[in-house]
């Protein structure tokens, strides 16, 4: 595969998911205290990573959680925020200015802070109360703060007996690195053609739902606008139909991400739409990877990483069609703002 390392994804990987005990534990103390709600605190890419985890707990949990943007609840703080609070705020530098803030703000409110960083000797591996460090860097943390928050949020559900298969379905999120790495040496001829096909492609309409709407909005945000300076419109496929619809003509790109959870009838609709009225409409999904030993019910849950997994592979070979480096910025971390 071009300009990939398997046995350093596979460690990676790994390292994301060896952190389940720890993170159990953790959770357990935090609910033995009287924990009473979460938040999921992230700033900009690392944010919508935590939306799956995120929306589980909304629709099949008690335990309130809430995804804010951080930058706001700093300003305007939010009522249900205080010491019975559980904090999970995801940064891979661990440096992050706005999330560094967020830190400071909600300790002060005496909530419990949990931090998923790439590096403990950073303010926010110091300053948080449980820590878990894995190592990563831009074409791994995808999948590697995906897994961790969703460990966090089957924790709480197991905890709360709200999910019984807790074991089983850690026992089977054992096996996806190598699984992971098998949708990727299995994609990546279709990644070489999506990358030509998309090459000199201005601008995409990218869809998704449940959970795999949080990677159609990171990938069009974090990789195609900021990385490759491409223009997307990343839109939820049940909004869709309330405005988008009306930019779809021949020669339109829209791109579909589709997962295995109870809401992909709603992409369905947009993809028999779309193919009515433009000749661009591609089509990624998880359902077609084999993984051996993965349950419906887990894959269901797994689908974004599924997704951020293949979609690197096309990354890959668009920064070398297009000759634009995924590293080369213009203003980010370039100039004050």
Known sequence: MLNFDGNRFLRIESGALAVAAPIHAAIGQALLKGA???????????????????????????FPAFMEIAAELVITG???????????IPSLSGTTKESVATLDYCKAKGATIIALVGHKETPLGQKADHV???????????????????LIALSIMAHRGEFADYRKTVAELTMLPQQLLAAKQAFEPEAVHLAEAFRNEPYHIITAAGGSWAEAWYYGMCILEEMQWIRTRPIHAADFFHGTLELVEKGVSVVIFKGEDAYRPLTDRVEAFARQYTDKVTVLDTAIFAMPGISPETRALISPVILATILERLSAHLEVKRNHPLTTRRYYKKVSY
């Open 132 to 150: 878990f460090v894995n190592f990563a860097e831009d074409d791994t943390s995808s999948e590697s703060f995906y897994l961790q928050s969703l």
């Open 78 to 88: 939010h009522h249900a925020l205080g010491k019975d609070s559980i904090i999970v």
């Open 36 to 62: 009473k709600n979460i938040f999921f605190l992230g700033t900009g890419g690392a944010a919508i990573l935590m939306q799956p985890a995120a929306l589980l707990l909304q629709r099949r949990s008690g």
